[in-house]
């Protein structure tokens, strides 16, 4: 039983992990990311946690009272709202990213038919905007137009 | 790599990761029996030394200052390349902000929400305030006050549209704020040298513990923090909102 908190914080990083290294959608891999930041929570608050003991702010209980580390719930305060605003960085790169290469597969394969970018909301074929870098424009139709996901990152020219 | 392989590459290795990970944390002390003595000695010493009832602000802002003016800053560098990473690029104009996409309009806001958002707006606003004030004595301090009030620029968007948004916020004074809250923090930890002590030295007059008016600094480095967090927060809110509703691909006349 003692045990479990470790095995929770083991398991949300590695589940966030596998949500990342699988991921088809930008978004989706940003959330994962959130999840393997939340297993550091669990992890820091558990090892500060004392049984039957209150929180370590001595308003209206006196000094000396069994209370769990402040540290740890300090370290934990500050990364949950900065963890806020760096998500919201990487999902601005996903806007981007959408915008020039009309996909969010981070495999770079197509999203469905008919889709259409956010910011030319008139043409409705999923080709790139015309934008586009030549080298990956050249570098998705060697492929043939199938989703492959191995495909080496294009040198620039 | 196609996909199965890479799943399975990573299973193998993810499983060993876990075992090792939780190997390595089953070392702890079992959960619940804290032995540590970080903790312990600032439970015991903080509100005698600062005055501050609450012992995680007395960490934050005062024996961790350092490390929260670092973390306020990845915070601040977060929100400005959110910014730079959000404004119009080269073949984008900016066009009347319309609530309608072409073919997709969004339904009417009900009155309910209209109503319920505007009136919670004050008490949001107000709690937001209480609990960025009150942040060296209870629960609360201005990383957590920031997004309470940043909430209230939500509900005004939420009950409204964006357009009644842009004229409550003017986007000046957000970014003044945020600059405001960033340079706050140094400043006062300035006048900690200036004052001939160490850098974010408390030296004001630490008062009674219980008091609203306590814990020398600690009230005026939460009121940066809250600025700070209230002000990225919204501009953070605008520049996404701004991203779908107002940027539109530049057409090419035909």
Request: hydrophobic share 30%.
């Given at each position: 039983m003692s045990l479990l908190p470790y095995a929770v914080t083991v398991w949300l990083f590695v589940i966030g992990l596998y949500g990342i290294a699988t991921s088809r959608n930008l978004i989706h891999m940003v959330t994962c990311l959130s999840v393997v930041q939340s297993s550091t929570y669990v992890l820091l608050l558990s090892v500060g946690f004392r049984r039957n003991a209150t929180a370590p702010i001595f308003l209206d209980v006196p000094v000396g009272t069994r209370a769990v580390d402040p540290v740890v719930s300090a370290l934990a305060l500050t990364d949950v709202v900065v963890g806020a605003t760096v998500a919201a960085l990487l999902l601005a790169l996903a806007v981007q990213v959408h915008k020039r290469l009309?996909?969010?597969?981070p495999g770079g394969a197509p999203g469905p038919a008919g889709l259409t970018c956010v910011s030319c909301p008139?043409?409705?074929?999923?080709?790139?905007?015309?934008?586009?870098p030549p080298w990956w424009a050249a570098a998705r139709s060697s492929g043939g137009g199938q989703p492959t996901r191995s495909r080496s990152p294009p040198q620039p020219p | 790599m196609s996909p199965g392989t890479r799943r399975w590459v990573f299973l193998v290795a993810a499983a060993g990761f876990a075992a090792l990970m939780l190997w390595g944390l089953s070392g702890l002390p079992p959960f619940g029996e804290y032995r540590g003595p970080y903790g312990d000695v600032l439970n015991a010493v903080a509100v005698g030394e600062r005055?501050?009832?609450?012992v995680v602000a007395a960490v934050t802002f005062d024996y961790r200052g350092v490390d929260t003016m670092g973390e306020e800053f990845i915070l601040f560098a977060a929100v400005i390349g959110t910014a730079i990473l959000l404004r119009a690029q080269r073949d984008e104009e900016e066009q009347d902000p319309s609530e309608t996409v072409e073919g997709r309009s969004a339904p009417p806001t009900s009155s309910a929400v209209r109503v319920l958002g505007l009136a919670l707006l004050g008490p949001i606003v107000l709690f937001g305030i209480y609990v960025v004030a009150h942040g060296h004595l209870s629960p609360g301090g201005g990383f957590q006050g920031g997004v309470v009030l940043a909430t209230g620029a939500l509900l005004v968007f939420l009950s409204g549209e964006y357009v009644t948004l842009r004229r409550v916020e003017p986007a000046d004074l957000i970014d003044a704020a945020e600059s405001a809250g960033a340079a706050g923090y140094v400043v006062i930890g300035l006048a900690g040298l200036l004052a001939?002590?160490?850098?974010?030295?408390?030296?004001l007059p630490l008062g009674e513990p219980g008091a609203l008016v306590s814990a020398g600094t600690m009230p005026l480095i939460n009121l940066a923090v809250g600025l700070e967090v209230a002000g990225g927060f919204v501009l953070l809110l605008t520049e996404f909102l701004e991203q779908t509703l107002v940027l539109r691909r530049r057409t090419v006349a035909a």
């Open positions: 009309v996909t969010l597969d008139r043409s409705r074929s999923p080709s790139p905007c015309s934008s586009l | 005055r501050a009832t609450n001939g002590g160490a850098f974010l030295d408390n030296l």
